[in-house]
């Protein structure tokens, strides 16, 4: 009844992928302008405008603010405020968020008390108009360089 097993059962941990971890945190009482781009994820609690294409998620959490044209990024997830047009693969409001703008998403979620002004158009896939990530190519050793600063 209390044996000992003599191999222990294999056990598969699944790892986030990329677009589910927020690797990067724009902080409370922080104001950027500019234009945010790139591979993994952002937090947003301070405020941000310009322009965001994301291949990753996107937390607006509830003291952020963004305003921008267009907001692409394969998972949004809003608890404070956007001011723009969201285009995502999965795109979800909490239900402190706030979002003035149209929607295009293939999966959307809403809690009790979101906000929405705008439409949303719902298709069978998204593309969020953001080139392949580029494969990194390994340098062979004897051919290494040390990189300059």
């Known amino acids: 009844m209390f044996r000992k097993r003599s191999t222990p059962p ?6 986030p992928g990329p677009t589910e971890r927020v690797t990067s945190v724009l902080g409370s009482g922080i104001i950027w302008k ?12 301070g405020a941000f405008e310009g322009e ?3 291949r990753g ?4 959490g509830e003291t952020g603010r ?11 997830i809003v608890a404070g405020a956007v001011s723009g047009d969201i285009t ?4 979800e409001i909490r239900s402190t968020g706030r979002v003035w703008g149209n929607v295009v998403t293939a999966a959307f979620a809403t809690e009790e008390g ?36």
């Open 114 to 149: 979101a906000f929405l002004r705008g439409q949303i158009r719902m298709e069978d896939q998204v593309d969020i108009g953001l080139a392949p990530v580029p494969e990194s190519q390994p340098v062979p050793e004897e051919n290494a360089q040390p990189s300059e600063i």
């Open 10 to 15: 294999a056990v598969t941990i699944a790892q």
């Open 52 to 54: 965001i294409a994301l």
């Open 34 to 45: 500019g234009q945010l781009s790139g591979t993994g994820g952002v937090r947003i609690e």
């Open 57 to 60: 998620l996107l937390v607006v």
């Open 66 to 76: 963004v305003t921008c044209q267009q907001l692409r990024a394969n998972v949004v």
């Open 88 to 91: 995502a693969e999965k795109v």
